[in-house]
């Protein structure tokens, strides 16, 4: 594209960062995040959240919590879908006390946990050995309608 002098987009570039992610070839998603930036053309919220729930899956937890951060500073507003990736990757490599923070930064926000963030949370208490906690968190959400 770029060589006939056509320039892709947002969406050109989040649809190569996700092929990417998909494939596993993380880096060089991050890679297409920044050239994105340099090229002046500005990734959005579902470019960002795919990065890192790529990074989340290849257990780069640190690095995605970096790229939340990043995006955030930038003005770019996290959806439920960019939590659950945070989260998951958290409660999967044992950090349930950020992954705790990180559900009540989401709720102060008002963006409503959906039904994957449940799932993420009663799994990850079942294998904490958390059997009582992980059943009242089902009560919630049937009382949210969930």
């Known amino acids: 594209m770029v060589a006939n002098g056509c320039q892709p987009n947002v969406n050109t570039y989040s649809t190569v960062v996700n092929g ?7 880096k060089v ?12 053309c500005h990734p959005d919220v579902p470019t960002y959240s795919t990065v890192i729930d790529g990074l989340c899956k290849d257990g780069q937890v640190a690095e995605a ?4 951060s990043e995006m955030t500073n930038k003005g770019i507003s996290p959806t439920a ?3 659950d990736s945070l989260i998951h990757g958290l409660c999967n490599s044992g950090q349930w006390n950020q992954a705790s923070t990180l559900l009540s930064e989401m709720l102060a926000l008002n963006i409503g946990p959906t039904l994957f963030t449940f799932g ?7 294998k904490e050995g958390l059997a009582p906690e992980a059943h009242a968190l089902l009560k919630t959400m049937s009382q949210w309608g969930i």
């Open 81 to 83: 879908v960019t939590y």
């Open 29 to 40: 998603a991050v890679g297409l995040l920044r050239r994105m930036e340099k090229v002046g």
């Open 120 to 126: 993420i949370l009663v799994d990850a208490l079942c």
């Open 65 to 68: 919590l970096h790229l939340f």
């Open 20 to 26: 990417m992610c998909k494939i596993g070839k993380t």
